[in-house]
């Protein structure tokens, strides 16, 4: 006896078909069974129904009436306690409650569902052996009515949703109105790269952490300000042609940066544009320049170097018998953002054979002036050490302003047989802008 076909009652596809309770209170389900009830009515090849019992029966899901994908599958066994009760000739099974059957099996517009039993002689045994085959033909797989209304949500399409993990464009005009710390953030992997916080009205770039996340203006290559909508108080930008950043407040463009800002000047030998010249007594001797490292790894002179030093320097030796000296002049046009009257810290760095014998004075000097506004003593402060002694308020009673040029006299002592060396120059000033 041959198992001829079972009739397929009742299909109905989860999400089709949802039965609504009246309540004061509605909430939308967080998730949904995925279960598909399935009833069914078994006859032999002759027309009979089976006698009552638990039957062996495999549940198949493919994508064509035949070959095709299996893409889901089922075995409800009689050894697993899992098998199918047949009343009457029918049975009915929740599909899903043994193999979990996902909504992506759904996927696919076209499924077709196929029923399997054993041999007669094991259809209700615990060995079954299935080689009668599955029923023919298959059964398309079919919406309910309603099910028709889950192909879109309030009438709109997938498409019209944006997904996580793809690429999205937003065409309209959107809005996020959550009073959150977090409301909206950008990330990249963990790192927060924006936070919107509009429980505080405010939006962060980064987070406290060791990335440091940039944030980067937009451009203007060319000369002049934006005009238009991007002339609006509160507005600001990067002008590349100009070098500066620049707001708009007060109904005009200024350059962002105020005054207050702290910078510095540093002027390494040789100096751009130095002149070298004696004073007319005992000047006799050679001016050399140079560069020593403690590392050696320039293969450089590392004479006198420490494992640290790095200087690039000048080097004024004599053999007399008698000290000589020799001084260095340095003209230096102060920057265009120099506030008056604000520097400070002239610092400079020497090196002397011995205190005794060596010396290194700096003198200040302003535009037309033959009177120093500083002269420091002696920068030679050790025996063959680099010394580096600042002066915290050089100019005295000089008064200077952005674009003058300023005088630098080094002067250089050296006794017989000896040398001193003069390195890097700076000083600190405020902006004026």
């Known amino acids: 006896m041959r198992f001829r076909s079972v009739a397929l009652i009742t299909a109905c596809v989860f999400a089709g078909l949802f039965a609504f309770v009246h309540a004061n209170n509605a909430y939308a389900a967080t998730t949904l069974p995925t279960m598909m009830n399935f009833q069914g009515r078994v006859t032999n090849n002759s027309g009979s129904i089976l006698s009552n019992g638990t039957y062996n029966m495999r549940f198949k899901i493919w ?8 893409v889901w599958s089922e075995d409800r066994l009689v050894s697993a306690s899992q098998g199918v009760t047949v009343t009457n000739g029918m049975f009915s099974v929740q599909l899903g409650s043994v193999t979990t059957l996902p909504a992506s099996v759904f996927a696919s517009n076209s499924l077709y569902f ?15 052996s299935w080689t009668e085959g599955a029923m023919t033909p298959r059964n398309q797989l079919l919406p309910s009515a309603y099910a028709y209304n889950s192909e879109t949500l309030d009438g709109l399409d997938s498409a019209a949703f944006a997904q996580i993990g793809a690429t999205n464009a937003f065409t309209g005009a959107n809005s996020f109105d959550v009073s959150s ?55 600001m930008y990067y002008n590349s042609n100009a070098g500066k950043f620049r707001c708009y407040q007060g109904g005009a463009w200024y350059d962002c940066l105020s005054a207050g800002q702290t910078k510095q000047v540093s002027l390494e030998p040789e100096y751009a544009g130095a002149t070298f010249t004696g004073d007319g007594t005992n000047n006799t001797g050679s001016l050399s320049s140079d560069f020593c490292s403690g590392t050696s790894r320039l293969s450089i002179n590392t004479a006198n170097c420490a494992a640290t030093n790095e200087y690039n320097y000048y080097q004024w030796t004599t053999t007399q018998a008698t000290a000589q000296d020799y ?23 020497a090196w002397g054979t011995t205190t005794a014998s060596e010396s290194a004075v700096l003198s200040l000097f302003s535009p037309g002036s033959a009177t120093a506004c500083t002269t420091t003593s002696n920068l030679v402060t050790s025996n ?6 600042t002066t915290a308020s050089p100019l005295g009673a000089c008064s200077l302003v952005a674009g003058d040029t300023v005088t630098i006299r080094i002067r250089l002592l050296a006794g017989q047989n000896k040398y001193v060396r003069m390195s890097q120059i700076g000083f600190s000033y405020v902006t004026s802008y």
């Open 384 to 389: 063959a050490t680099w010394n580096t002694s």
């Open 63 to 70: 994508t064509a009436s035949s070959g095709g994908s299996q």
């Open 327 to 349: 001084d260095l002049y340095v003209r230096l046009k102060l920057p265009s953002d120099y506030a008056t009257g604000s520097m400070t810290n002239l610092t400079a760095t």
């Open 181 to 235: 710390a977090t409301a909206l953030q950008v990330k990249s992997g963990s790192a927060v790269l924006l936070t919107a916080d509009t429980a505080n009205s405010r939006v962060s770039i980064g987070a406290s952490d060791t990335t440091g996340t940039v944030l980067i203006l937009d451009t203007k290559t060319g000369s002049g300000d934006p005009t238009g909508g991007s002339a609006t108080n509160g507005a």
């Open 114 to 128: 196929e029923v399997e039993l054993p041999t007669p002689a094991t259809a209700t045994g615990s060995s079954p």
